[in-house]
């Protein structure tokens, strides 16, 4: 079975912490994502890395950072954790072949992150 | 830009009634369309998917047609069960853009015995 894993389901933690949220894929995937998802919005990109060490910004970047060292883990960092970033967090891979056959995506179980 | 409306929710529905959730999507090249499923507590499940204008997406009874001079994908399912209570997302990624996708705002379903 296909897997994306994350690091934990419920977080919680205080204004102001560095806060690492971790993703691992299995499926040697090369395209790799991090959304947040709040209610009424949908999920929103906020970065993703479509190579070891290569990263592009989503649409909601600010505040976030992440890094990709080895091709199956994708790690999203909040610098200095804000009340504003409470939020459901989903991470998810796919392959970049560019045929449609195979361009799905998917999705980790999510990290319940609550910042107090 | 790209975009995907879907119809707001939530639904309510009983058991074996008829499901349709509208989308409609706006894209300037050629997208690939998606339904994902988020059951309670979980990530987002693939439900179907169609990649050319036409095709028809089917899975676990629920079906939608890709439509390109109306510019939807509606999501149908002729009898639903307790079990499909969950939130559904319209989706849609251009082919060599990394495959990013864009999402609509999610459709809850909530199925009554």
């Known amino acids: 079975d296909v897997k994306v894993t994350q690091s934990s389901r419920y977080l919680v933690k205080r204004t102001g912490e560095k806060v690492f949220l971790e993703c691992v894929q299995d499926?040697?995937?090369?395209?790799m994502f991090w959304y947040r998802q709040d209610p009424g919005l949908g999920l929103r990109l906020i970065y993703f890395?479509?190579?070891?060490?290569?990263?592009e910004k989503g649409d909601i970047p600010e505040g976030y950072s992440v890094s990709r060292e080895k091709k199956e883990r994708f790690s999203l960092i909040l610098e200095s954790a804000s009340t504003n970033q409470t939020s459901m967090y989903l991470c998810?891979?796919?392959?970049?072949?560019?045929?449609?056959?195979?361009?799905?995506?998917?999705f980790g179980p999510g990290t319940r992150l609550t910042v107090l | 830009g790209d975009s995907v409306t879907q119809m707001e929710g939530p639904v309510t529905l009983s058991e074996e009634a008829f499901l349709t959730i509208n989308c409609t999507y706006t894209?300037?090249?050629?997208?690939?369309l998606f339904w994902y499923v988020q059951y309670p507590g979980e990530g987002l499940q693939l439900l179907l998917k169609?990649?050319?204008?036409?095709d028809k997406g089917s899975n676990k009874g629920f079906e939608a047609t890709y439509r390109k001079e109306t510019t939807s994908f509606h999501l149908e399912k002729g009898s639903v069960q307790v079990s499909d209570s969950a939130v559904y997302f319209c989706?849609?990624?251009?082919?060599?853009?990394?495959?990013?996708?864009?999402f609509g705002a999610g459709t809850r379903l909530a199925v009554h015995p």
């Open positions: 169609a990649t050319k204008a036409d």
């Open positions: 894209a300037t090249g050629y997208p690939s």
């Open positions: 890395s479509y190579d070891v060490k290569m990263k």
């Open positions: 998810a891979s796919s392959h970049t072949t560019g045929t449609p056959s195979y361009n799905e995506q998917f």
């Open positions: 989706a849609l990624t251009i082919s060599g853009g990394y495959n990013k996708l864009i």
């Open positions: 499926m040697d995937h090369e395209n």
